[in-house]
């Protein structure tokens, strides 16, 4: 059996060892710490043998938890964005990853660990509702000149899948040409499917009829 180790007056971190407690109830030693947030809490000698620097992983003192204090915006709508933009390009198991990292969508350098450079490049969310991070040409990376903050229509025009059509001379998406019309998108939608372009695409048709010549 090796020698019991005395943890008392030892400092890991933010954490100084006050003194042997008592065992849990499966005969782990603890030993009462103090942390420089303040707070007191009992570390194992596993704990402790693995390096323990802070009483939990919400302390103010953690390496993240002092980033997100410098700015004060972890419970922003930016700093999700941030977060979520980089879960999509960075993190292969993130559902979204395929779409962004999986094909070469990337985060300009300076952004990827620096929230506080990212947020000075696109600034404060509009007041929108639902306005989110928009990339302008939707095959290139998340960087300057190619970022904006987006209402969910311009999210929705300028995806990969967006149809378009000519209409009254101009190629629109057809959110724009119900909108134009005044009339519901899923119209517009279910005339082009059937193969209806032009005006024909906002102009009542009866079911069942071939497209005009």
Same mark, same amino acid.
């Given at each position: ?31 009462? $710490?103090? $942390? ?22 919400? $302390? ?8 997100? /204090? ?29 779409? #962004? ?15 506080? /450079? ?23 990376? #998340? ?21 378009? /059509?000519? #209409? ?12 134009? /019309? ?32």
């Amino acid at each position: 059996m090796g020698r019991k180790v005395d943890w008392t007056g030892v400092t890991q971190g933010s954490l100084t060892v006050l003194s042997e407690y008592t065992a849990d109830k499966f005969g782990n030693v603890q030993w009462l $710490c103090r $942390c420089t947030c303040g707070a007191e809490v009992y570390k194992t000698n596993k704990d402790l043998r693995e390096g323990a620097k802070y009483c939990s992983n919400s $302390c103010a003192n953690t390496v993240n938890n002092r980033a997100r /204090a410098k700015h004060g915006m972890w419970k922003s709508k930016e700093y999700d964005c941030w977060q979520g933009m980089k879960q999509r390009c960075l993190n292969p198991n993130s559902s979204s990853y395929a779409s #962004y990292g999986g094909r070469g969508i990337s985060i300009h350098p300076t952004w990827v660990d620096d929230f506080d /450079a990212f947020l000075a490049y696109v600034g404060k969310a509009p007041d929108t509702p639902r306005a989110s991070l928009d990339r302008i040409d939707v095959n290139g990376n #998340y960087e300057p000149n190619n970022v904006r903050w987006a209402t969910p229509k311009q999210q929705s025009n300028n995806r990969r899948v967006t149809l378009t /059509a000519e #209409y009254m001379g101009e190629t629109l998406t057809l959110s724009d040409i119900a909108q134009r /019309a005044g009339i519901p998108y899923h119209q517009v939608f279910q005339r082009y499917k059937r193969g209806l372009r032009g005006e024909q695409l906002t102009t009542p048709q009866k079911v069942g009829r071939k497209p005009m010549e």
